[in-house]
């Protein structure tokens, strides 16, 4: 039975255990930094993943995604140490990755805190009033927000957007989207299938190491 947790990415690792399970180890190849060790539940291949190390590199391939990360000779101490899972940090060791989904993608949900946070600011800043802010909140929804699912559409809603306040103390109290430096807004997140492939890693890992432990001693190659 899986007991892997994570404490900064719990949705990921509760995704991870309730898709793996079942799964059992099978070690294809281990001979020092050589391994191959495929991760599946027994007669199917739904959510299996294997582990590949090398000297020097750690790839994990499968029914979710491909990556392949380059640091130290042995990949295995090296993805066990440190506590949590730590997705920023390995994936900036990755040389090679899924060509249907890497490591981030655009998050729809940044952007909209993004774009919140630039509302907020220029109501404040304007001085507009409860029924001023409730027009551009109205206006910012319908004409931004609800077109923010995808980075194609999102920056271009917001680039084209603009809002007047038409009331004579804030005739000037023009909020234009596109004066916001939002391309330099940090709106990338982990996919769930880079943040799952590392639960999967880290699980993967503890897993052999466990059964290596259990073997008797006189037996150990």
Known sequence: MITFDSRYYPKAARRFVADASDHEMTV????????????????????????????????ITGDVAAFTFVREQDMFPWFASGGDINPGYWSEKITAQDKHGGA?????????????????????????????????????????????????????????????????????????GGDLDAWDWDTRDFTWSFLWSCCAIRWGIQQYRAAALAVPAGLAA
């Open 28 to 59: 294809m190849h281990d001979d020092g930094l050589y391994r191959h060790l495929r991760f599946q539940k027994p007669g199917t291949g739904i959510y299996h993943f294997d582990l590949i190390t090398w000297p020097g590199y750690l790839a």
């Open 104 to 176: 981030q993608e655009f998050s729809p949900a940044k952007f909209r805190r993004h774009v919140a946070d630039a509302v907020r600011e220029h109501i404040a800043e304007a001085g507009l009033d409860r029924e001023q802010a409730r027009a551009l909140w109205q206006a910012i929804n319908a004409d931004v927000l609800d077109e923010s699912e995808y980075e194609q559409s999102a920056r271009p809603a917001l680039n084209d957007f603009t809002h007047r306040n038409y009331s004579t103390e804030h005739k000037d109290a023009v909020f234009d």
